[in-house]
């Protein structure tokens, strides 16, 4: 099968190489005999609804978000159909915030969002950094991962979060919760090497995107023996972290 990607401004949001995922989709949509085929989504560009199986968006810093943040409004329509007709999307750190209401920079610029996840965030003074551990009871399966901001995301009331914490501070430092979850949309502070350490997830997330291509059949497994020593060390070190804050 093609599955074909619409990765969303990937000259402004690539933060910690969040475009490195992508790499991971592609070996793994390889090795079970599918190709992927990636396109850029840039500013200006329209937002092909239907022709894409899986968006996604990277991380960046504020300066970055400010200049593709309009932009983005202005695709939020077509994203938001996308989303309903149940296309994947995955969305990283800054990418992740847009994909809310809004986004209140350090400086007090309010961002808008284009409306797709059920949050809203606002930039605190202290940054939150450092290695996380997940427990994604939905899926029975935990994600590890690095964190690095300074937004605090609010999940609105029955919001599905993407995790509990187990080791780090997650959506805002408070709430126990990471990320979010809304019918094939993830979005999650988790940084750049996110898939290589998840496979779990990576292939959750290239199911859903196989779906949307009409793939008839299910992933087969693979080995994933380094990628599960990869996550045990990445998990082993959140949690030396000891315990949420
Ligand atoms: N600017 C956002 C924050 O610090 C996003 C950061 C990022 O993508 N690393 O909250």
Known sequence: MRIRVGHLYPDYLNIYADRGNIAVLAQRAARRGHDLEVHAIGMGDPVPVGEIDLYYVGGGQDREQALVAHDMTRKAESLRE???????????????????????????????????????????????????????????????????HAGRTVLDVGAEPLGRVVSGFGNDGASGDEGCRYRKVYGTYLHGPLLPRNPWFADRVLGDALKHAGAPEELEPLPDELEQQAHAVSAARARSRGGRY
């Not at 610029?109 to 939150?128: C, D, F, K, S, Y």
């Open 82 to 148: 996308a989303v309903e007709r149940d296309a994947a999307f995955l969305a990283v750190c800054g990418g992740y915030q847009l994909l809310g209401r809004h986004y209140r920079d350090v400086a007090g610029n309010e961002l808008p969002g284009v409306g797709i996840l059920p949050l809203h965030t606002v930039a605190g003074q202290r940054r939150m950094i450092g290695d996380v551990l997940l427990d994604c009871t939905w899926a029975g399966e935990t994600l590890a991962g690095f964190e690095n």
